[in-house]
């Protein structure tokens, strides 16, 4: 039985036009892989571990090709939970707003936790290397403006750029983006084309996902 992991970063629940598009993708699922086991980790509601000075000290424990000494193992018991839980899935979904031009801090923080070395990447004297193999991820994003390829507000999308970033260092590099765009600056007729036409492609993208 495949698990999928749900990643929430937007705190406005039934509100949200990520999540309505999100929908699709599930109902699409649902065609594709009934038995799918889905975990549901909403980090706007979540209490993320602190990344505090021994958090912190830790990270570069690892950096140094070390094991994590005592005085810090209980700063990291909820940071390796989440880098378990993260590794146990077979493939992920983010439902995230564009925040900023860049991600809600919600989902900065989580990416803060579970990015670490010697779980999700390792550097080699050929750079670094991801230790995440073959898994999918889509993320479905919404933005109040346009940064399509064709706008001229492009390059201020640090979102998705990042976002590959972020998750190709871990090796994720099967990574499908369905924006919904623009959502506030062209009126309500828009916004429900726009949510319908990415409903589409999020469906599909859901019976086709494992
Ligand atoms: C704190 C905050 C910052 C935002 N920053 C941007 C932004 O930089 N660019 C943009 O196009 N829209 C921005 N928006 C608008 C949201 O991206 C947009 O309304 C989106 O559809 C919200 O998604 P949701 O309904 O799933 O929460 C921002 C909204 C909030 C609440």
């Known amino acids: 039985m495949s698990k999928l992991l749900h990643i ?7 509100d949200s036009r990520t999540l ?7 109902e699409g699922l649902e065609n ?4 799918c086991r889905v975990d549901t980790l909403d980090v706007t509601k979540e209490k993320l571990p602190p990344m505090t000075m021994k958090a ?11 094991d994590l000494p005592e005085d810090l193992k209980p700063a990291w018991n909820d940071i390796i939970k989440h880098i378990e839980r993260f590794l146990s899935a077979d493939g992920y979904v983010i ?5 900023n031009f860049s991600i809600p801090y919600y989902l900065k923080h989580y990416i803060d936790v579970i ?8 550097y080699t004297e050929k750079g670094p290397e991801g230790l995440v193999k073959n898994k999918k991820m889509i993320i479905i994003t919404s933005r109040g403006g346009d940064y399509g390829p064709d706008s001229p507000s492009h390059s201020y999308d640090f979102q998705e750029p990042y976002l590959r970033a972020v998750f190709g260092l871990a090796g994720i590099t099967d990574i499908t983006f369905i924006n919904s765009q623009p959502m506030d600056a062209l009126g309500p007729e828009i916004q429900k084309q726009k ?4 409903k ?3 469906k599909k993208a859901g019976e086709a996902f494992f």
């Open 32 to 35: 594709n892989d009934p038995d």
């Open 56 to 66: 912190v000290s830790g990270k570069y424990v690892l950096l140094g090709g070390k």
């Open 195 to 198: 949510i319908d036409a990415a």
């Open 200 to 202: 589409k492609i999020a």
């Open 115 to 122: 990015l670490q070395p010697r779980y999700l990447f390792r």
């Open 8 to 14: 929430i970063a937007t705190p406005r629940e039934e």
């Open 20 to 26: 309505r598009v999100t929908e699709a993708f599930f």
């Open 95 to 99: 439902s995230s707003p564009m925040w």
